[in-house]
Structure formats: C-alpha cells, structure tokens
T-cell receptor, first 115, second 112 residues
Framework: EPEVTQTPSHQVTQMGQEVILRCVPI?????FYWYRQILGQKVEFLVSFYNNEISEKSEIFDDQFSVERPDGSNFTLKIRSTKLEDSAMYFCASSESGGRIDEQFFGPGTRLTVL | GNSVTQMEGPVTLSEEAFLTINCTYT??????LFWYVQYPGEGLQLLLK?????DKGSNKGFEATYRKETTSFHLEKGSVQVSDSAVYFCALSTDSSYKLIFGSGTRLLVRP
C-alpha cells in the first residue's frame, strides 16, 4: 500500500541552525501539506502546496520557513534559523486532489528538537 | 473562525466497553468532518469521514454521525479492544480551505 515517508525520524539541532525536513508523498498525489504538533498541543496546519507553489499558509509559516519540491518525488520543509519554540513533531501529508472531502495521507512525522 | 473541540483525555476503558469520544465544531458553510487515529509511533491515519449533514461514517466498528443541528461528530464504538488504544483526533475541512483543522486529540487506553 502506498504511503508517505519522512526523514529523518528525529532531528536534533542547535538554536539558530538551519534544518531541512524531507518527505516523499504518495506518487500520484498532487497536493502536499505540512503540519506540526508541539508536545501536548493540537496538530496545526503550516502550509499547503500545489502545482509548485504555496496555495495556503498559516500565521506560523513566517519568513523563516520555506517549502520546495526539488524533484519529482521529494517535498521539503526548511527552517532557516531554528528557535527553541520550533521544537515539535512535523507531519507531512499528501492528497490526490484538493477538496474538502479528499483524504489526506500522513507520514509518521519528524521529531525536531531545538537545543 | 473555524475550530474543533474534543473531550479531554485520557479515556480509560476495559475491553468490550462502549466508547464515546465527543467532538463539536464551529465552521462557516458546510464542512467535511473526519476522525483520524494515531497509534503509538505512527502517523495519523484516517479512521472515518462524513461530508454532509446526517451522513454516518464507519470503519473497523467505529461510527460517527454528522449532526448539523448540534454541530457534533461524536465517535462511538460498541465494544473496544486493547488494540484500539491510540490517540483520536477529530478534524474538519471546508470549501474555502483544504487544510485540516484538528481538535486537541483524545488518548484512549483500553485495559484487558
């Protein structure tokens, strides 16, 4: 069964460093998403991506964040200068088409720890 | 704005007990409603969904009915198993935005 994969499973970094979180969405999907979950809090939407551009982003997704689809399979989230409050579990998701009824398939997550 | 409210956990039940996890929502228009489940060490998996009022979503013995009059989408299961122990998330999406808006999650622990 096709699945979304994410690497690494756990990333530890120093405050101020850049990190890149990687995701491989399901191959025939066209819409891609990043969410995050700070420990003990809600899963929060960060950004959605379609046709090589951002279609929607949240207030959390400021200039420190960027997303890219560098090739036909990977979808990355970059944090330029990490802060302590960026420590969270980051989930990538993909869907076959956009739309409120369409299922989003989630990866297992990357736990980011900023020291 | 749009939001989802879930009952606080953890919920601890004995095997074969009846489960209800409450979920209410606030949304403009006609949202779609979802229950996602997260097993330990895994990502979020869609459990069931309903896309219009009075629809009932069902899967693996779980059910939830889209109630527009009470803006609710409560998750139920008649007889839980130890393997149902997980965190359950209620979520919605709308026509104006395809992002999922999640509730805070409810941890379920089923004891043998």
């Amino acid at each position: 069964e096709p699945e979304v994969t994410q690497t690494p499973s756990h990333q530890v970094t120093q405050m101020g460093q850049e990190v890149i979180l990687r995701c491989v969405p399901i191959s025939n999907h066209l819409y891609f998403y990043w969410y995050r979950q700070i420990l003990g809090q809600k899963v929060e939407f960060l950004v959605s991506f379609y046709n090589n551009e951002i279609s929607e982003k949240s207030e959390i997704f400021d200039d420190q964040f960027s997303v890219e689809r560098p090739d036909g399979s990977n979808f990355t989230l970059k944090i330029r200068s990490t802060k302590l409050e960026d420590s969270a579990m980051y989930f990538c998701a993909s869907s076959e088409s956009g739309g409120r009824i369409d299922e989003q398939f989630f990866g297992p997550g990357t736990r980011l720890t900023v020291l | 704005g749009n939001s989802v409210t879930q009952m606080e956990g953890p919920v601890t039940l004995s095997e074969e007990a009846f489960l209800t996890i409450n979920c209410t929502y606030t949304a403009t228009g006609y949202p779609s409603l979802f229950w996602y489940v997260q097993y330990p060490g895994e990502g979020l998996q869609l459990l069931l969904k309903a896309t219009k009022a009075d629809d009932k979503g069902s899967n693996k013995g779980f059910e939830a009915t889209y109630r527009k009059e009470t803006t609710s989408f409560h998750l139920e299961k008649g007889s839980v198993q130890v393997s149902d122990s997980a965190v359950y998330f209620c979520a919605l999406s709308t026509d104006s935005s395809y992002k999922l808006i999640f509730g805070s999650g409810t941890r379920l622990l089923v004891r043998p």
